[in-house]
Every structure is written in C-alpha cells, then in structure tokens.
C-alpha cells in the first residue's frame, strides 16, 4: 500500500536537463513544486575526477543502478530479437546528463522546424525521405526564441551572435535564426589550432564562427570562468564552470523555498482518475512505495525513459499506456544515428596540433553545409551536417588513434613508435547531421526483457536510412577538404557505418502536434489525452537539427513550465 502525500501544485519528475530547467519558473511563479530525481546531488569537488579511465572508459558518472537496469534493448528490423546495448545515454543524479554533456549549446535553424513544407516548397514533395513521417512543428523558431534567450540567459551560455535581429555578423553564425540579443558572455578561448582551422574555412570561402557553450567564459552568475582543465567532456566540472543544472537553475529554485527535491526516488507509474486526468506518480524510496498527489505532472526524463513511463501508466482511460489512445507514443522516434553512423573524418598533421586538454566547445563551427543553407537539387537528400573541429585530447584517447595507413598492425614496437610520434598531430570533426523520424523507426515495452521490478525495458527498432548517410557522407567530403586546407597529410573516414543505434541524442517517441493522430502532445508539450500531464525532453522534438538538442529541449521546457503557469493561475 503507498503511503499518500501531501498534494503539491507540481511533480516533475526527473531534474536533468529538462525538468532541471522547468523547475525555476515554476518557483518564481510562486508555485509548489516537488522534484523526483532518481539519483542524488553529486559532490564537485569528491566525485568529479580528474581521470580519464574514470570518466571516459569505465562509465559516465552516475548515482545508482536504476540506469544499469533500465538499458532499452535494440533491433533493426520486426523480425529480430531485440539485444541490449553494453552503454546507455542517460544518467541519474540531480542535474542528469547536462552534468557529463559537452555542453555545446545551440539553438535550432528555423529551418528545423518546418522541414516538411519548406522542402516541398523549394523542392517538391517527392524530395522528401522516402517512410519518413516528418511533419511540420506545431511552433515556429520565433515562437522559441524568447525562451533560447532565457535559457541563454538563466543557464549561462558562451558564444558570439551572427545574427542580432536581422543584422547578420560574420564573426557569428550568419546562417542562425534572428535572435533578440548577444550572448551574456564571449565565446571560450581560442588557441593556434582552432585560429588556425578558422583560416583554413576563410581560404575555401566557409563562414566559420565559434561554437556556443553551457560553459562560463568569464565568472558569471558567482560561478568561475572555465579553466580549460579537460575532464569534463564525460563528467562534471569540479570548479562549477560548466552550466549544468545541478549548479544553475536548480538551486537557485530551491533558494524560493517552492522547489523541494527528493532524491533516490524511482518513479514507476504516473497516476490518473477516471476521467483520464493525471492525480500524481507513483514511486520508490528505500523499499517503501509513496503516492505524491499533484495537480499537474511534468514528465522530464531521458527519451527513452519518457516514453517508457507514459507505455507503462496504463489505466482504464488509458488502456494502451498514457497518451497512447491513438497509439501514437513511441512512433516517430529517432536519434542522431550520424554519431554511430562511421561517418566521422580523422586527420593527420605533419607538426604538432598541442590540443591537449581543452574543452570540447572551444572549436570553430562550419554551417554552410547544415540544414538547407546550400542548394540540394541535385543531391538527392535534404538537410545535412555542422562541422566542427576542436581541441581536446587525452592520453588514451590519443593512443586510441587510427593508423592512417602507415603501420600494418595496431600492437607491438612498431605501434608504439608510431603512437609516440603521431599521437598528438591528429585530431577528429564532430559531424552533427539532420535526422528524421521514419516508420521504420519506433519505440515499445520488450517483451521479454524486464527491469528487477518486472516492468519491461523499452526496446527500440530503427531500421537502415538513405538520407542521412548521404547527408552526412556529404558533409564529411566538406570537412576532408577543409582538414585538406588546414595542411592534414592523410585524411580517413566519411565513407559511412553501421547505422542506427541507441543514441546519446534520442529525439521523438511522444512528438508534440497539432494533430492527436500524429502525435502525442500539443505545441505546448501537455498530453492530448491527459492536459494536466506536461511532457518536456527531447522526446516530444519532431526533427534533430545539425547541432545538439539541448539547448531547444530546455528552451521548450521553459516555454512548457510558463504555459503550465498560466493553465494553473486560471484554474
């Protein structure tokens, strides 16, 4: 039997990057807000290490298990028995995964959000995907750029602005959005690589600028400056430099007195009276089942776990799980299936790079051949990849180096030679590339794979794609001749991979719409079937821009939290 609560105005349920954002305008507001996290507040300055086997071999960082049991199982086609994967993307802690992300921070193209009807227009309906399920967002960019401009604002964002409202700069992105103002802090530092690489796009008539970070360029909000140390690319950042959540929006939410955060607390079914409304969640703390009465939740988990929650949380209203009364809630999911496509470009200098350590937002960025900025007539593909060359080199992930054709065995005397010479003249681009849902691709409970309380972990099928392969392909050609620029004696990579797997980027699964046939939220993320139940995340985004996602799912995560505000206030 759980023992009931005491009702709040909210629950949100997961403080990452999401629900870690949701929480502060809601405290404003005055409203009274209970946080469930699954994992526990991390300690800066004990458990963010300053080693690499720690952070990028043995495991992200975490607190708890609830991660290590829940890893959704994987397939490319129907017919297959799904596997689980060896690593998973989330992580549970107060903060999440904006603790261990590498916290490059975007904003999408307004191209991206009207993909479907842009692409008609320009090129007639038959150059879309071939199974893909693309739709238009319910939203426009400007209707988000207020809420990028809090984010930016609220969370501590670096970068320079290529495009104040209307007036276009070349030492910003001048392919970007209008946006209302520059950013609260410069961009991080350069170094003679990324000047460097800078020059080497000007010479083939690229518009290079320099990436946006979560990352304090100067102190800021009484934070510290970045102090370039380089371990924070998969864990967090001793020094609070980083803009993780855990050091940003929530405890300043906190401070209200509105926001009380309970940790350890393993959320299993979200709640709803017979008329299908939410009443509250359901879940676990040191063996006891708790019953917390609310009167609207907010779902701001990982992807994965957003779309598991809401299968899960079935009822008599909602026989199929929540929000699935047109079974729409793990349809249209996809992930940026460019990062383990194989299409990433290595190169080969002859002198020393000196891109030890570093962060890796301190780069140049290349968007002439990302979203529709170019012409696609003749390609036979939309959309396409940022380029990004950076710094940031560890010891054994510069050890870990191809071998570019010069030795013949990745092991022995000859190796290590070539290791100790070459190590740090080499270098690797982040290619980030336009993906789209497809109805090859979705997301369900696995039947016979089940979590230690014997509920089913997710399974995810996502079968073989054209258009991203060659999109990304595409780019990397781009990034060869620009690394080819640069002076790189041998250049690999860009031929394509392996294809879909999970994805550190997971996007879709309870997409928000217009339409209840084709989605499962409205513009404001509040279910169709349920509108007292918010759901924020990457899981409700419709396209995956050329660029991370994190910045856009905490700028709807704002702009959920504000409409919710509103709802609340009229009630």
Same mark, same amino acid.
Request: one cysteine or more; charged letters at 20%; a neutral charge.
């Given at each position: 039997?759980?023992?009931?609560?005491?009702?709040?105005?909210?629950?949100?349920?997961?403080?990452?990057?999401?629900?870690?954002?949701? %929480?502060?305008? !809601?405290?404003?507001? &005055?409203? @009274? /807000?209970?946080?469930?996290?699954?994992?526990?507040?991390?300690? *800066?300055? +004990?458990?963010?290490?300053?080693?690499?086997?720690?952070?990028? %071999?043995?495991? !992200?960082?975490?607190? &708890?298990? @609830? /991660?290590?049991?829940?890893?959704?199982?994987?397939?490319?086609? *129907?017919? +297959?028995?799904?596997?689980?994967?060896?690593?998973?993307?989330?992580?549970?802690?107060?903060?999440?995964?904006?603790?261990?992300?590498?916290?490059?921070?975007?904003?999408?193209?307004?191209?991206?959000?009207?993909?479907?009807?842009?692409?008609?227009?320009?090129?007639?309906a038959?150059?879309?995907?071939?199974?893909?399920?693309v739709?238009?967002?319910?939203?426009?960019?400007?209707?988000?750029?207020?809420?990028?401009?809090?984010?930016?604002?609220?969370?501590?964002?670096?970068?320079?602005?290529?495009?104040?409202q209307?007036k276009?700069?070349?030492?910003?992105?001048?392919?970007?959005?209008?946006?209302?103002?520059?950013?609260p802090?410069?961009?991080?530092?350069?170094?003679?690589?990324?000047?460097?690489?800078?020059?080497?796009?000007r010479?083939?008539?690229?518009?290079?600028?320099?990436?946006?970070?979560?990352?304090?360029?100067?102190?800021?909000?009484?934070?510290?400056?970045?102090?370039?140390?380089?371990?924070?690319?998969?864990?967090?950042?001793?020094?609070?430099?980083?803009?993780?959540?855990?050091?940003?929006?929530?405890?300043?939410?906190v401070?209200?007195?509105?926001?009380?955060?309970?940790?350890?607390?393993?959320?299993?079914?979200?709640?709803?009276?017979?008329?299908?409304?939410?009443?509250?969640?359901?879940?676990l703390?040191?063996?006891?089942?708790?019953?917390?009465?609310?009167?609207?939740?907010?779902?701001?988990?990982?992807?994965?776990?957003?779309?598991?929650?809401?299968?899960?949380?079935?009822s008599?209203?909602?026989?199929?799980?929540?929000?699935?009364?047109?079974?729409?809630?793990?349809?249209?999911?996809?992930?940026?299936?460019?990062?383990?496509?194989?299409?990433?470009?290595?190169?080969?200098?002859?002198?020393?790079?000196?891109?030890?350590?570093?962060?890796?937002?301190?780069?140049?960025?290349?968007?002439?051949?990302?979203?529709?900025?170019?012409?696609?007539?003749?390609?036979?593909?939309?959309?396409?990849?940022?380029?990004?060359?950076?710094?940031?080199?560890?010891?054994?992930?510069?050890?870990?180096?191809g071998?570019?054709?010069?030795?013949?065995?990745?092991?022995?005397?000859?190796?290590?030679?070539?290791?100790?010479?070459?190590?740090?003249?080499?270098?690797?681009?982040?290619?980030?590339?336009?993906?789209f849902?497809?109805?090859?691709?979705?997301?369900?409970?696995?039947?016979?794979?089940?979590?230690?309380?014997?509920?089913?972990?997710?399974?995810?099928?996502?079968?073989?794609?054209?258009?991203?392969?060659k999109?990304?392909?595409?780019?990397?050609?781009?990034?060869?001749?620009?690394?080819?620029?640069?002076?790189?004696?041998?250049?690999?990579?860009?031929?394509?991979?392996?294809?879909?797997?999970?994805?550190?980027?997971?996007?879709?699964?309870?997409?928000?719409?217009?339409?209840?046939?084709?989605?499962?939220?409205?513009?404001?993320?509040?279910?169709?079937?349920?509108?007292?139940?918010?759901?924020?995340?990457?899981?409700?985004?419709?396209?995956?821009?050329?660029?991370?996602?994190?910045?856009?799912?905490?700028?709807?995560?704002?702009?959920?939290?504000?409409?919710?505000?509103?709802?609340?206030?009229?009630?």
């Amino acid at each position: 039997m759980a023992i009931n609560l005491p009702e709040t105005d909210v629950v949100v349920v997961g403080l990452g990057a999401a629900g870690g954002v949701a %929480v502060l305008p !809601l405290a404003w507001a &005055g409203l @009274k /807000v209970i946080g469930l996290e699954a994992g526990t507040w991390m300690n *800066p300055g +004990q458990d963010y290490k300053p080693d690499e086997i720690h952070n990028n %071999v043995r495991s !992200l960082v975490t607190t &708890g298990n @609830k /991660v290590a049991n829940e890893v959704p199982t994987f397939r490319t086609a *129907p017919d +297959q028995v799904a596997r689980q994967q060896p690593r998973h993307p989330m992580m549970n802690a107060v903060g999440g995964t904006s603790i261990h992300y590498h916290a490059q921070s975007w904003r999408l193209n307004p191209w991206d959000f009207k993909v479907k009807s842009a692409t008609i227009e320009r090129y007639g309906a038959a150059f879309l995907p071939e199974g893909s399920t693309v739709e238009d967002w319910p939203l426009r960019y400007e209707d988000l750029e207020p809420f990028y401009d809090h984010i930016e604002y609220e969370v501590g964002v670096s970068g320079k602005a290529g495009n104040i409202q209307g007036k276009l700069d070349s030492s910003g992105n001048i392919f970007e959005g209008a946006r209302k103002r520059e950013y609260p802090m410069p961009p991080l530092r350069s170094c003679d690589f990324v000047d460097h690489m800078t020059q080497a796009a000007r010479s083939l008539g690229y518009h290079p600028y320099r990436g946006p970070a979560a990352i304090n360029s100067q102190p800021y909000q009484g934070r510290p400056g970045c102090a370039f140390h380089g371990w924070c690319d998969r864990g967090g950042c001793h020094i609070r430099a980083k803009s993780s959540t855990d050091v940003t929006t929530i405890p300043r939410a906190v401070a209200t007195g509105n926001l009380k955060v309970v940790d350890n607390a393993n959320v299993r079914r979200i709640e709803t009276d017979n008329t299908g409304k939410a009443t509250g969640v359901t879940y676990l703390r040191d063996g006891k089942e708790y019953f917390q009465p609310a009167r609207a939740v907010l779902l701001g988990t990982y992807a994965y776990e957003n779309i598991r929650l809401l299968l899960l949380s079935q009822s008599t209203f909602h026989p199929n799980g929540l929000g699935n009364n047109r079974g729409q809630v793990g349809k249209h999911h996809f992930g940026h299936w460019d990062i383990q496509a194989g299409v990433a470009v290595s190169a080969l200098f002859p002198f020393d790079l000196n891109i030890w350590y570093g962060a890796i937002a301190q780069g140049v960025m290349v968007d002439d051949w990302a979203d529709d900025n170019f012409d696609h007539k003749s390609l036979g593909f939309i959309g396409g990849s940022s380029l990004h060359a950076y710094t940031e080199k560890h010891p054994i992930g510069a050890a870990s180096m191809g071998s570019f054709g010069k030795v013949q065995k990745r092991w022995g005397s000859e190796w290590k030679r070539f290791i100790a010479e070459n190590a740090g003249r080499w270098t690797t681009a982040y290619i980030q590339t336009n993906t789209f849902p497809y109805n090859n691709n979705w997301a369900d409970l696995d039947p016979n794979v089940r979590d230690p309380f014997g509920d089913p972990v997710l399974r995810i099928t996502a079968g073989p794609k054209v258009n991203e392969p060659k999109a990304a392909s595409y780019a990397a050609g781009k990034m060869i001749e620009w690394f080819r620029a640069a002076g790189a004696t041998d250049v690999t990579g860009g031929q394509g991979g392996t294809g879909p797997a999970l994805s550190t980027h997971a996007h879709g699964g309870t997409r928000m719409g217009l339409d209840p046939n084709t989605s499962v939220t409205n513009a404001f993320g509040f279910v169709h079937d349920c509108p007292n139940l918010g759901v924020i995340g990457g899981s409700v985004m419709g396209t995956a821009g050329a660029r991370n996602p994190t910045q856009t799912i905490q700028a709807l995560a704002w702009r959920t939290a504000e409409q919710l505000i509103r709802t609340l206030r009229r009630a």
